[in-house]
């Protein structure tokens, strides 16, 4: 084990998408300091993943769920409580979507809220019944800058963000009084498998210059590493964050208040 200036609130973790970039790093550096971890994703990570990362099995387990069936994320928890305390909930699993208000189909639409917004709901609505019963808990969702700032091209992708954003404060401010503290992370751009996959298939010519173009749209002049991110998440799950909810937490490089 890692040590940490911060102590987690809890040793139990749920994470949804935590089988690959953000999420993973998540369940990484969790992992490293002791966390018994709950993954939540429509697919396992390769074994060599696991194996990479050296990720003990007894306290790491991966759940194939689809988190927009309400069922299944019910189920799944209940069992996961009968086991242990429900003490920390991350929301992160999210799809992302290229268009504006008119190009945007129905379909798209819909599947953005069923995956960003309904799942979300899903795996709240299922948690937050232990955590009261608890009278702690710990509710972290994965919102993004597109919540908050007109991003070109992301109409639906930025209606499911900005639907986080108003979820998060809405859960920090009805059940803080039962000891929940509920915020979330607002990143930028951030180098993933998804971002390399992104750019291959819309840009298998140029690949190079379009992850040269994305890096330097942050004023920083680089994307975020996943571990970056993993890092705020711990540290907002710690005893040490004990004062804060209901905050939206931007990590952007200076994306949202630095002009380039």
Do not use: W
Not at 153 to 159: E, G, L, V
Not at 181 to 187: E, Y
């Amino acid at each position: 084990m890692h040590s940490s200036p911060f102590t987690l609130s809890s040793p139990y973790l749920i994470i949804t998408g935590g089988a690959s970039g953000i999420g993973l790093a998540i369940v990484d550096l969790f992992h490293k300091q002791g966390a018994i971890i709950d993954v939540f994703d429509l697919k396992k990570p390769s074994e060599e993943d696991i194996n990479a990362l050296g990720l003990d099995k007894t306290k790491v387990h991966f759940h194939e769920v689809d988190i927009t069936s309400q069922q299944q994320v019910n189920e799944l928890v209940s069992v996961i409580a009968k086991e242990h305390e429900i003490g920390i909930l991350i929301n992160n699993a999210g799809i992302a979507h290229i268009g504006n208000a008119l190009n945007t189909s129905e379909e798209d639409f819909q599947r953005i809220f069923n995956v960003n917004v309904k799942g979300a709901y899903n795996c709240i609505h299922a948690c937050l019944p232990y955590m009261v019963e608890q009278k702690t808990g710990i509710v972290l969702n994965m919102a993004s800058i597109a919540a908050t700032v007109g991003i070109p091209d992301r109409f639906a992708y930025s209606m499911s963000k900005g639907a986080i954003l108003s979820m998060t404060l809405s859960i920090a401010r009805d059940f803080i009084k039962q000891g929940i503290r509920c915020n979330c992370i607002s990143p930028a751009r951030v180098h993933t498998p998804f971002v390399d996959g992104f750019i291959e298939k819309h840009y298998p010519d140029k690949q190079q210059e379009m992850f040269e173009k994305l890096s330097a749209s942050q004023p920083i002049g680089r994307m975020a590493k996943p571990n970056e991110i993993a890092s705020l998440a711990f540290y907002l799950c710690s005893e040490q964050a004990a004062f804060i909810t209901g905050t939206d937490y931007t990590i952007d490089g200076g994306f949202t208040r630095i002009n380039n």
